[in-house]
């Protein structure tokens, strides 16, 4: 398998973003989002981890520009390595 073949991986309500490189994030949360929502998922949680918060901003700032995002927000829990956000239904 090349590196340039996508893998496939079960989807979940859960996201975890730190197998994926820096500049694979955008893209690989944007196609999550438009999946989960095809799913009917209403409520997702992204993790992006602590480290230096910019992962963590890349993330809020597709999740206000997807228009299908109703909120978002830290995760429950108080875990700032996390974002949950509500998706309008399809």
């Given at each position: 398998m090349s590196d340039e073949e996508p893998v496939v991986?079960?989807?979940?309500?859960e996201f975890d973003l730190h197998t994926f490189r820096q500049?694979?994030?955008?893209?690989?949360?944007?196609?999550?989002?438009e999946e989960a929502r095809?799913?009917?998922?209403l409520q997702v949680r992204i993790i992006h981890g602590k480290g230096t918060g910019y992962q963590r901003e890349v993330v809020r700032s597709i999740l206000s520009?997807?228009?299908f995002v109703e909120s978002f927000g830290d995760d429950m829990n108080g875990n700032r390595g996390a974002t949950w956000a509500s998706l309008k239904a399809p």
């Amino acid at each position: 398998m090349s590196d340039e073949e996508p893998v496939v991986l079960p989807l979940g309500r859960e996201f975890d973003l730190h197998t994926f490189r820096q500049n694979e994030i955008p893209l690989a949360t944007r196609e999550y989002l438009e999946e989960a929502r095809r799913l009917g998922f209403l409520q997702v949680r992204i993790i992006h981890g602590k480290g230096t918060g910019y992962q963590r901003e890349v993330v809020r700032s597709i999740l206000s520009q997807t228009p299908f995002v109703e909120s978002f927000g830290d995760d429950m829990n108080g875990n700032r390595g996390a974002t949950w956000a509500s998706l309008k239904a399809p």
